[in-house]
């Protein structure tokens, strides 16, 4: 994993967005994080990027093979992949970010792999920290354990 930090001006950082967005197209994105720095017409937002280092044609190259899930997944794993993925939508066009800055594809579906029915459980899985947690964890959590099967998870009921 790496990092990449960008300082974006609130006012007429256009050029800056446009830099982070070709970054963020061309790479494997685990995290995003940023923050607000408030002074008054000196405002920025810092951003701090944590990825994988592309194979040099990156994400729109599509060099890395597409996985899709309908073949991966079992019909009702599938399904709940699918109420992950438009919750996803949800929340990052209210927040107006990519829906990958919540969580990637393989996030989702590793959630549904692994039966995740706990915080602890969602924050094992790679590039889910603190800060996803805290800020999307419950809701994806909500989900999960809506459409639990216990029998499919081995009979045993998790907690928080």
Known sequence: MQFRFFTIAVHGGDSAFEELNRFLSS?????????LVQDGANSAWAICVSFEPSDGQGQSGKSRSKIDYREVLNDQDFALFAKL???RKEMAEAEGVPAYALFTNDQLAEMVQRRVQTKAAMQGIPGIGDARMEKYGEAFLRILRQTSQPATAGGVAHET
């Open 27 to 35: 790479h494997r994105i685990l995290a995003i994080d940023r923050s």
């Open 85 to 87: 993925r438009s919750l």
